[in-house]
C-alpha cells in the first residue's frame, strides 16, 4: 500500500520545492544563477566576511535550505531525499559566498557528503577560494565516545551551524570562525526516538518498520538503526532515557547553563513535544543546571517520521553570545 503525499511529480519535487521556498521568502533567498539546486541569501555574503556554506539531502526542511540568511548560512547546495547534493552546486555556493575571507563548510558527518564538498573544496580552490570543512558529530547514539569522529550530524547541526553563523557574521577570521565552529560541534549532544517510518516520494513506501507497539531510541534522520528497540513508553520515560545518555556524556556541573532543543523528526505535535520539554527541564533543575534558551518544534525532520529528538548545547560565556547573536533567515529568526 502506498502513502498519501501531496506531490506533483517525484522526479522534480525538488526544483518544485525550492520555487515555492522562494516564492515565500524573496527577502531572504535567491537561486544562484545557472544552479537551480544553489540557494544563497540576499543579505548575507559581503566583502571581506568568512562565508559559511551549509548543505545536505532535502527532507530535512528546515535544515537545511531554512538556516540561509543574514547571520547565519551565506548559502546552500541542495540534494535529492537524503542523499548528499553533488559538487557542482556546493562549488557555486562557493563562488556566492566567498568574499574574499575564505569560505568555511558545514555539513553532517555523512560519506556522501564527506566525498562531494571535498571535491567542491578542491574546484574552490582552483578559483584560490580557501575553504575549510568541519563536520558535525552530535548524534551521541551513533558511535561511542572514544569514535566520535564517526558519529553523525543530526538535528544538534541547528546549535552548531548558529555559532558558526554568528561568528562569520561578526567579521571573525576564518581560523577563528572554524574554532567556533569545532567548539561547537563538541559541545553539542543529541538522541532521538523513532515512533514510525517514513517514506520516500519515489516510492511512497515506508523504508523500514517498526511494529504498532515499537520504538526504537537513537535511529538515525535517515532511518539509521538505533541503539535499542522495544515497547513504546510514556514521554517521562523516553526523556530519561536520553537525558542519561546526554548528561552522563556531557558530565555538568551545578551551575552550568544550556540551550534545549526538543526537536519533532516531522509528524510528532507541538503537544508532545512540550511533554518531553516538561521533563528535560525537571532533569536539569535536579542537577542544577539552568537552561539559557530553549527552542522547541520542527528543526531537522525526516519528512513524515514520528517521533522527537532533544540536543543540548553546552554553553559558555563565549558560545552564549554567539548563540544569541541576530539572524534573519527563511525558515528560522533570532534577536
Not at 90 to 107: D, H, N, P, Q, T
Not at 219 to 230: R, S, T, Y
Not at 261 to 290: C, F, I
Amino acid at each position: 500500500m502506498k502513502t498519501k503525499k501531496l506531490i506533483n511529480d517525484p522526479k522534480v519535487i525538488i526544483e518544485e520545492m525550492l520555487e515555492g521556498i522562494v516564492a515565500a521568502h524573496p527577502k531572504h533567498v535567491r537561486q544562484v544563477e545557472g544552479a537551480p539546486r544553489a540557494v544563497v541569501a540576499l543579505n548575507g555574503p559581503r566583502k571581506g566576511k568568512v562565508g559559511l556554506v551549509i548543505g545536505g539531502g532535502s527532507g530535512h526542511e528546515p535544515t537545511f535550505v531554512g538556516f540561509v540568511g543574514k547571520g547565519l548560512a551565506d548559502a546552500c547546495p541542495i540534494g535529492n531525499v537524503f542523499a548528499s547534493p553533488p559538487p557542482d552546486p556546493i562549488y557555486e555556493c562557493a563562488k556566492a559566498a566567498s568574499g574574499g575571507a575564505g569560505v568555511l563548510f558545514m555539513y553532517g558527518n555523512y560519506a556522501g557528503d564527506v566525498m562531494n564538498f571535498d571535491m567542491a573544496a578542491e574546484m574552490a580552490g582552483m578559483d584560490e577560494i580557501e575553504v575549510r570543512t568541519v563536520l558535525t558529530t552530535d548524534d551521541i547514539a551513533s558511535a561511542p565516545l572514544d569514535q566520535k569522529e564517526k558519529r553523525r550530524g543530526v538535528a544538534g547541526n541547528f546549535f552548531i551551524f548558529k555559532i558558526a553563523g554568528a561568528a562569520c557574521d561578526t567579521m571573525k577570521p576564518l581560523d577563528e570562525c572554524e574554532r567556533l565552529a569545532r567548539k561547537a560541534n563538541a559541545h553539542t549532544y543529541t538522541m532521538g526516538v523513532c515512533l514510525s517510518p517514513c517514506s520516500l516520494p519515489q516510492t511512497q513506501k515506508y523504508s523500514f518498520e517498526l511494529g504498532p507497539d515499537e520504538m526504537e531510541i537513537g535511529m538515525g534522520i535517515h532511518g539509521e538503526p538505533g541503539v535499542a528497540k522495544g515497547p513504546i513508553q510514556t514521554a517521562d520515560a523516553v526523556t530519561d532515557a536520553i537525558m542519561d545518555k546526554i548528561l552522563g556524556e556531557m558530565k555538568p556541573n551545578k551551575g552550568d547553563k544550556v540551550a534545549v532543543l526538543v526537536n519533532s523528526l516531522g509528524a510528532t505535535p507541538l503537544m508532545e513535544l512540550y511533554l518531553l520539554n516538561r521533563r528535560v527541564k525537571q532533569r536539569l533543575d535536579q542537577v542544577g543546571v539552568s537552561i539559557h534558551q530553549t527552542w522547541v518544534g520542527n528543526y531537522c525532520t525526516s519528512l513524515e517520521m514520528a517521533g522527537a529528538s532533544i540536543t543540548l548545547l553546552h554553553l559558555d560565556d563565549e558560545l552564549t553570545g554567539l548563540l544569541d547573536h541576530p539572524c534573519d533567515c527563511a525558515m528560522f529568526r533570532a534577536g
